[in-house]
């Protein structure tokens, strides 16, 4: 079974501050994804990275995907109250037929 | 125009009962799926369907029952509930199985069985 555990689990930060979230497994993944869900709605999808060392940018959201494609990580620079969200990283599962997912940090930026 | 919608959004339902969750997608996919969220947000995938077809079945009781009558819809039926189905439900679809496509998520549904 492949696993994403991500850490940290809760993180509450002021604005303006800078974190980073870490998404790792033991096993290799093709690609993986990033979602953020609010709260009363579903998982929506920020990034997908597929190669190896890969860095993408959005906006204050940097992305990176480990040389070795089994890890990831989320760096948000200058967090603002609007990052606030339930952030998911995911990977493409056995068989390449599903999504497993991370079991998510729960990002709070208090004003 | 929701691209995944799925009803009801909350289900309140007694022990015993059997409830039906429908999701409906509009993006021309040809893959859906369910997920269940618990408590503690772990997503957690329970049925894949490509084109009408069954292609993910997880470890799920049989009294879960996905229909897809056409590939825009896939509905899930649940018999007996039980207090541990307690959870959100998810339902999602992308153009393909494979996972560098994105996935598009309904709002989900509560359901809460007492």
């Known amino acids: 079974t492949q696993l994403l555990e991500q850490s940290p689990q809760f993180l509450s930060i002021q604005e303006g501050e800078n974190l980073t979230v870490y998404c790792n497994s033991s096993?290799?993944?093709?690609?993986l994804q990033w979602y953020r869900q609010e709260p009363g709605e579903g998982p929506v999808l920020l990034v997908t990275?597929?190669?190896?060392?890969e860095v993408k940018k959005l906006k204050r959201l940097t992305f990176q995907f480990g040389d070795a494609r089994k890890d990831s990580s989320l760096h948000i620079t200058a967090a603002q109250p609007g990052d606030t969200g339930l952030y998911l990283c995911a990977g493409e599962g056995e068989g390449a037929q599903k999504l497993v997912f991370g079991q998510g940090t729960r990002l709070t930026i208090n004003p | 125009d929701t691209a995944v919608s799925q009803t009801p959004k909350y289900l309140v339902t007694q022990m015993g009962n059997d409830k039906s969750i429908k999701c409906e997608q509009n993006?021309?996919?040809?893959?859906m799926y369910w997920y269940k969220q618990d408590s503690k947000k772990f997503l957690k995938i329970m049925f894949s369907?490509?084109?009408?077809?069954?292609?993910i079945n997880e470890t799920v009781p049989n009294r879960f029952s996905p229909k897809s009558p056409d590939k825009a819809h896939l509905n899930l039926h649940i018999n007996s509930l039980e207090l541990g189905d307690s959870a959100v439900y998810f339902c999602a679809s992308s153009q393909l199985p494979r996972l560098n496509t994105e996935a598009f998520f309904g709002q989900g549904t509560r359901l809460t069985v007492v």
């Open positions: 369907y490509n084109n009408k077809e069954l292609i």
């Open positions: 096993s290799v993944f093709s690609s």
């Open positions: 993006l021309g996919h040809d893959t």
């Open positions: 990275v597929v190669t190896g060392g």
